[in-house]
């Protein structure tokens, strides 16, 4: 079992492409949307999250899930459901993209919302934890935060582009950031060529 978490940053759609295609390695998959980032899917994805089901539906109606009835979706208040408790065994918590109040929040154990108790239970149970954050430029505040995080054990995954991919639009960019995503979690996918693939291809056989 995965955790996503959605925070308030621009780039929900990078969360969602990370659900998809975790759900089309047949992975159980917990999604935590903070408020905020149901207003912003609304704004940047132009789907509206007016009710419960709304990030339920949106998942189905795209085409590049498969398997979605191994998707839950549970409310950022809601400290009673499996994320909430390191009994849950969940194997690592991504929180894609993670705005620099939920990086603080993180950072300092603050955990007031489900996504960031879901973070700490998976520092204190050491198991992974990865946040993409999104945020630029930086601050020292920011960057003492991931420094805080990344020494409590969080891994820390800009979505930085990776050019020599030679990425021709915009899913192609936000493909490269899942695949990343997916490396670190030891998940097989074929969002990008790796640079072994690559290089392969340079020197030929």
Known sequence: MIVVG????????????????????????????SGSARSIITH?????????SSFTDLIKT????????????VDDTNFFSPPASGSSRFEAVVVMPCSMKTLSSVANGYADSL????????????RRLLLVPRETPLNLIHIENMKKAAIAGADIVPPVLGFYTHPKTIDDMINFTVG??????????????????????FIGE
């Open 6 to 33: 959605i925070s308030g940053a621009s780039g929900p759609i990078l969360g969602i492409r990370l659900i998809e295609e975790l759900l089309n390695l047949k992975e159980r998959v917990y999604a935590i949307l």
């Open 44 to 52: 940047e994805l132009g789907y509206p999250m007016d009710k419960a």
């Open 62 to 73: 795209r085409t590049l899930a498969k398997n979605s009835s191994l998707l839950s979706v």
């Open 115 to 126: 996504i960031t108790r879901a973070c700490d239970v998976a520092l204190k149970e050491k």
């Open 180 to 201: 990343k995503v997916l490396n670190l979690l030891g998940k097989h996918h074929s969002l990008f060529q790796s640079w072994e693939e690559m290089s392969h291809n």
